[in-house]
């Protein structure tokens, strides 16, 4: 049983134009269109799924007015790899494909849209290609043929940068693995930790809501399209 993540299931981006995303992300990228539907639970939003494999997904996401809220760079967004944007928020994403030859294909794939591409650029940990997509997103094709060394690529002189210390390195290296119990309460509300952005008094109830409950009543299942038995 894995007690960390074992990979992406499906990033979501937010759009003002959901059909304009789907074409870049199918079209462009290559990606097929899985699922299209009413966002569970969110009166107004559309939900896309387009398949990078069968356990990895990119995610679009349409809700009511989002295409009046402005894109400010250097804020909301990027704009390239090398930019800030506010605290987090997504600073760019790289997308994986097996070999340099894939990273070559990719490239040129997006080049016939009429899409720039700069590179491949060589990083020593990956070879990538960067290019923009819709609504300003700074995006990345990457590739590694091998794992990635930490004695090779854990710069000491960063680790004191980013104020971490030998013993929090070797913690972060090696995470310790969850000995258990299973099921865990749900904890008190803690200001000091992150919350999801919900009104407090709403939110307060959400959680101290049993979990079986939330599954029970906060689940859709059945797919949109039903299918012959």
């Given at each position: 049983?894995?007690?960390?993540?074992?990979?992406?299931?499906?990033?979501?981006?937010?759009?003002?134009?959901?059909?304009?995303?789907?074409?870049?992300?199918?079209?462009?990228?290559?990606?097929?269109?899985?699922?299209?539907?009413?966002?569970?639970?969110?009166?107004?939003?559309?939900?896309?799924?387009?398949?990078?494999?069968?356990?990895?997904?990119?995610?679009?996401?349409?809700?009511?007015?989002?295409?009046?809220?402005?894109?400010?760079?250097?804020?909301?967004?990027?704009?390239?790899?090398?930019?800030?944007?506010?605290?987090?928020?997504?600073?760019?994403?790289?997308?994986?494909?097996?070999?340099?030859?894939?990273?070559?294909?990719?490239?040129?794939?997006?080049?016939?849209?009429?899409?720039?591409?700069?590179?491949?650029?060589?990083?020593?940990?990956?070879?990538?290609?960067?290019?923009?997509?819709?609504?300003?997103?700074?995006?990345?094709?990457?590739?590694?043929?091998?794992a990635i060394?930490p004695e090779?690529?854990?710069?000491?002189?960063?680790?004191?940068?980013?104020?971490?210390?030998?013993?929090?390195?070797?913690?972060?290296?090696?995470?310790?693995?969850?000995?258990?119990?299973?099921?865990?309460?749900?904890?008190?509300?803690?200001e000091d930790?992150?919350?999801?952005?919900?009104?407090?008094?709403?939110?307060?109830?959400?959680?101290?809501?049993?979990?079986?409950?939330?599954?029970?009543?906060?689940?859709?299942?059945?797919?949109?399209?039903?299918?012959?038995?």
């Amino acid at each position: 049983m894995a007690q960390h993540p074992t990979g992406i299931h499906h990033l979501a981006f937010m759009a003002g134009d959901i059909k304009k995303h789907i074409a870049f992300f199918s079209e462009v990228m290559g990606c097929p269109l899985v699922a299209l539907f009413d966002m569970h639970g969110v009166p107004g939003g559309l939900h896309a799924f387009l398949r990078m494999n069968d356990h990895s997904y990119f995610s679009i996401v349409q809700l009511p007015d989002v295409d009046k809220i402005p894109i400010e760079l250097g804020k909301t967004h990027a704009g390239n790899g090398a930019l800030p944007s506010a605290p987090g928020t997504l600073q760019h994403l790289a997308f994986g494909v097996d070999t340099d030859a894939d990273l070559i294909a990719m490239r040129d794939r997006i080049r016939s849209h009429g899409i720039n591409v700069i590179g491949p650029i060589d990083h020593g940990m990956c070879r990538s290609i960067y290019f923009a997509g819709p609504d300003q997103m700074t995006l990345e094709v990457a590739t590694s043929q091998e794992a990635i060394d930490p004695e090779a690529w854990i710069d000491p002189t960063v680790l004191a940068k980013a104020g971490i210390d030998a013993a929090e390195a070797a913690r972060f290296r090696a995470p310790a693995a969850y000995a258990g119990p299973s099921p865990v309460a749900q904890p008190a509300y803690a200001e000091d930790k992150p919350h999801m952005a919900y009104p407090k008094e709403a939110y307060l109830r959400m959680i101290a809501v049993p979990d079986e409950v939330i599954t029970a009543s906060a689940s859709y299942a059945d797919p949109p399209v039903k299918q012959p038995a």
